[in-house]
């Protein structure tokens, strides 16, 4: 039987003011909100540890069947989550604050889809996703997935690493950093009308990053392609940072010799880092992070530092030793 003994430092995942209160105090207090005043008064109570139970489940999205061989590698040495509950308890702040956007979310049009590949690059261009997912070849992948709130998941997701996309983009030798922006279309993503956020939504890794065997990005899980709530038609996944790392229906990458300012960074850099690599030793300012909640069973299971991807990612970090490499 699992017994978890609380810490006295510890405080429940209830007791966690959410992310949306806290950002709208601090565009009311910035001033900056005309229209998210209502909103910053508005802000309700902290969520309930146990939302996903009474989520309802999402429609069914119209995904198509997509397999691609398991590769074995990446065992995540835990139960997958249930798909149903992947697809209805998600974060994609284009769609809503809550979790529960999957409706919302049917909307995105994802078809077709476009990625411009940009910046520091052999040659500027605009690739269509069917011709990129021609000169890829597609597996399955089984990570654990983390999100900075302390829940987590285990997700089989169907993609190509994403050092594929850095090889066919020909970065110059100039490059340090990926920018990915994401999909931004105010006629569907109604989130996109809170000013107090600063649309797109983007992302960055460094290079190294990028190319590192564990850098993927996905086009489908649980043998369908990706439902939009999940980041359709393509996300990029990074099992050893915070899920917010982890840019969802991406339609630029830009490479730079410049650090990206990201999204959460440009909201509340005390609090989501650029590097926001995993480790249960690193409180964030508001929460523990020694523990995470399964997303699907309400268990209760210890964090690993790097997500337990430590002997693929950690060597990248070996010199980085003065920078905020886990918040
Ligand atoms: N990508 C976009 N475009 N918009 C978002 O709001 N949320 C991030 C990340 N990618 C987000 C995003 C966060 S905070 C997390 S935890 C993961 O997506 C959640 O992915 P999931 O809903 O598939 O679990």
Known sequence: MFIRRRRGWEIPESAVTPETAVLRRRAVLRGTAAGGLA??????????????????????????PLSAPRNARYAAGR??????????????????????IADAAQALKVAPWTIELTGMVKVKRTIGLEDLLRQVSLEERVYRHRCVEAWAMTVPWIGFPLADLVKLAEPLGSATYLKFTTQADPKTMPGLHQPWYPWPYTEGLTLQEAMNELAFLSVGMYGKTMPPQDGAPIRVTVPWKYGFKSAKSIVRVEFTDQRPATFWESLQSTEYGFWANVNPAVPHPRWSQAEERLIGTNRMVPTQIWNGYGEFVAAMYA????????A
């Open 39 to 64: 909103g910053a008064l508005a802000a309700g109570p902290a969520r309930a540890w146990s939302l996903f139970d009474s989520t309802p489940a999402a429609p069914p999205a119209q995904l198509k």
């Open 79 to 100: 139960d997958l989550t249930p798909a149903e509950a992947v697809e209805s308890y998600n974060n994609f702040y284009e769609f809503g604050e809550s979790k529960s």
């Open 319 to 326: 010199d980085k030793t003065k920078e905020r490499l886990f």
